[in-house]
């Protein structure tokens, strides 16, 4: 029996290189790589090696006949992504199965230049691919900043606390912490108590993974009323954040209407409704969890401006939601297009195929005292109702206006750059504006992550990021320009002259 890939993978591709029989796909060299919601392995070709399955930093790869409960339709899940592939794995018949050739050095920087200092701004997954890169393939002297005073990023203080595998890769992460070619310096803000120009003149180059830690606005009347707050706030306050106060969220409302249907909106409703002794032996704050086990809360509803076929979240995350005991899951179907792609099993809504539907009377308190969650689609919030306190969201609808009575609003429509004091800033798209990861206009200073290409992408997909930004400073430094590269090692540059350059 074949392995396969479940709900945790974050498309990092480790797995790809450690397959001895190139049955996991896409791999980062095919065009569709970055563009599925995970990796897939070929059970027609997969060996049952486990080489993947000790790989995985977030433990995602099982033995396909060992999977239990909702795992068990990645067999399945796995299996259909071949199903109108074209063959791309082949098995080579010599005993180490991959072809072998030359190797290649294209990642490195020649023996006869100096180490060059470089300083890497963030402990996110996009640094620390960055830090991993440089350590791993040249002979840098790495510093790695953090505005907080725990590294990790929004694997520290994003990744949701019940989803242990998945923080399980901060502990690859911090492997590198102990290379004796790094210094850490915590609690240190760049733009604050560095300026990015003294940092500059300290290092050869700098490297700013800086992330997205802002929230969008919705730009709508009432976002500013009490019981209004954003999925950034919530998401930092479950996770311990230091920025957020133990008292930040409110769980008086009975309903909560969460603005969003991505991963993120995810991950707050499933916390919101959580059994709170399940949250328990997790990395929930402490503050956290005790004020969910006294929270009113009783239904969360999900907001989505376009219908089900083109819901945000992806499926691993719905069917994970789908699938858990005690808190349903249902879809509101005022809507006839919302049946109708269910039924028709249109893109994402097909996922929804098992789910109750029925007509919400928004008017009404929630009906039972079983936390559940309803699903809205077509539904677009005009205007967050209330005097001195949200008292409901109006939305549009199939027949007009409705009004969902709810305690609580989050806004879970998206993260967003800030900018750094003394880097340029693209203010529409809220990143850093770069070429390959170089800082338009500013010589010796790189991006990588959600701050160079926006915030969307797991944490794989940070690696790659980091692979293109890593390569660019390589170039600039064998190229000459980067200027400081000019000095050489007194051994280099005499074995230099000695080959008459
Ligand atoms: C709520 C949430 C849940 C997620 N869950 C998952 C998941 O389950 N699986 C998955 O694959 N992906 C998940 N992701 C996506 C994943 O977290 C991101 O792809 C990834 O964290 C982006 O990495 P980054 O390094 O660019 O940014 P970040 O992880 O945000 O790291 C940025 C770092 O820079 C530091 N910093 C910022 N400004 C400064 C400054 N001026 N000076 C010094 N330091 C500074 C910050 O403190 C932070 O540590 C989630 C994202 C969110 C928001
Ligand atoms: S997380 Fe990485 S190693 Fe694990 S299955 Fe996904 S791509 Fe493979
Ligand atoms: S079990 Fe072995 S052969 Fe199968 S996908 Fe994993 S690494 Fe490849």
Redesign the pocket.
Known sequence: MAFAITQ?C??DATCVSVCPVNCIHPTPDEPDFGTTEMLYVDPDTCIDCGACADACP?DAIFPADLLTGPLQVYAGINAAFYADREPVASVDPAPNFHRWSPPTFDRAIPSDFAPPDIAV????????YAVEDLLLHTNARVTL????PV??????????PD?PA?KRIGETFSRLHEHPRLKMRLG?????DVSVDELAERHDAVVY?????SARRLGLDGEDLPGSIA??TV?AWYNGHPDVPANAVDLSAERVVLVGTG??AL?VARILTADPDDLAGTTIATHALERLRTSKIREVVLLARRGPEDAAYTSPELLALAGRAGVPLVVDDADPRTTAAIEAGTGKAALLRDLGRETVDWTVPPGSDARRIVLRFHSAPTEIVGDTQVRGVRVTGQEGPVEIAAGQVVRAVG?RG?P?PGLPFDDDRGTIPNTAGRVDGRSGAYV?????RG?S??????RTCARETVATLLEDITSGALPVRARRSPVAALAARFRGR
């Open positions: 945790t974050c498309n977030v701004v963030g402990t996110g997954p996009a640094g620390m900043i953090d505005r907080l590294a990790g990023g929004l694997v520290r203080y994003g990744v949701a989803h998945t240190t803000e760049i733009g604050r993974a800086v992330g997205a830690s999925a950034t998401v991963n993120v991950d993260y800030v750094v990588v992550g959600w701050i160079k915030p992408g797991g944490i794989g997909a940070n």
